[in-house]
C-alpha cells in the first residue's frame, strides 16, 4: 500500500462515515449527547481535506496528518482517542515507503494498543473498545491460516462485539451515569469503529483480492 493507496482508504472509510452519520447519531441520541454522528463526519471530513493538500507525502506523513486534523476538528472524546489512534500508526510507519501484508498485524497492535491506553476501557466497558479488541485478538489468532483469513476473523470478532454492547451497562464514557437503563441499546462509538473496521477491509479486498 502506497501512500496514495492510503489516501484512498482513508477516503473510501470516510465517505462510509458520512452515510451512517444520522444513524450513529441517532444511536447517541439514545445514551449520549446525540451528537457522535456528526463529530465522527466532521473528523473525517477534515482528513480527507488535509491529506489532499499534501505533496508527495510518506505513508507515516499521510496518518499523522490524518491525526492532527481529527484532533483539531473534533472536540469530543473521540477526537484524542482517534487522533491517538493515528499517531501510533504513523509512528510504527515511520521510514517505510510502502506497507505490505507483513506490515498489517503491527499495525493493527499499534493502534489498537494506543486506543486502549488512551481510553482506559477494556471489553465489556460498552464503548468502541469492545469492537476493536475482540477484532485485533481475532485478527492475530487467525494469522497463520493468511491475511484473508485474519480479515475474516477480525470482521466477525468485531461484528459480535458490536452487538454484545446492547447487552451491556456503559462502564465508561458519559453513558456511565446512566447505569443499567444504557442496556438494550448498542454503543454508537463500537457502531462507528465497526463501519472503520469493515470499510478498511473491504477496501483492501476489493484493491488487493484479498
Known amino acids: 500500500m502506497t501512500a496514495d493507496d492510503l489516501v484512498a482508504m482513508l477516503d473510501y472509510v470516510g ?123 481475532a485478527f492475530e489468532g487467525a494469522m497463520g491460516r493468511g491475511l484473508a483469513a485474519a480479515a475474516a476473523a477480525a470482521l466477525a470478532a468485531g461484528g459480535h462485539g458490536l452487538h454484545y454492547t446492547k447487552d451491556l451497562a456503559a462502564g465508561k464514557g458519559r453513558a456511565s451515569h446512566l447505569g443499567d437503563r444504557s442496556i438494550g441499546h448498542v454503543d454508537p462509538g463500537a457502531q462507528s469503529a465497526w463501519i472503520i473496521l469493515r470499510s478498511a477491509i473491504i477496501w483492501i479486498q476489493e484493491r488487493y483480492s484479498v
Not at 92 to 117: M, Q, S, W, Y
Open 15 to 137: 465517505e462510509a462515515i458520512h452515510s451512517a452519520r444520522d444513524q450513529l447519531s441517532a444511536l447517541d441520541r439514545d445514551i449520549g449527547d446525540g451528537d457522535h454522528g456528526v463529530s465522527m463526519d466532521i473528523g473525517w471530513r477534515a482528513i480527507h481535506e488535509s491529506i489532499h493538500t499534501l505533496h508527495q507525502p510518506s505513508v507515516s506523513d499521510v496518518l499523522g496528518t490524518a491525526g492532527s486534523s481529527f484532533l483539531q476538528s473534533v472536540g469530543a472524546t473521540v477526537g484524542p482517542l482517534y487522533a491517538t489512534m493515528f499517531y501510533a500508526l504513523a509512528k510504527a510507519c515511520h521510514n517505510k515507503e510502502v506497507l505490505t501484508g507483513l506490515d498489517a498485524e503491527p499495525l493493527f497492535a499499534a493502534a489498537i494498543g494506543a486506543l486502549k491506553r488512551r481510553s482506559k476501557a477494556e471489553v465489556g466497558d460498552k464503548t468502541m473498545m469492545d469492537v476493536w479488541i475482540p477484532a485485533l485478538d
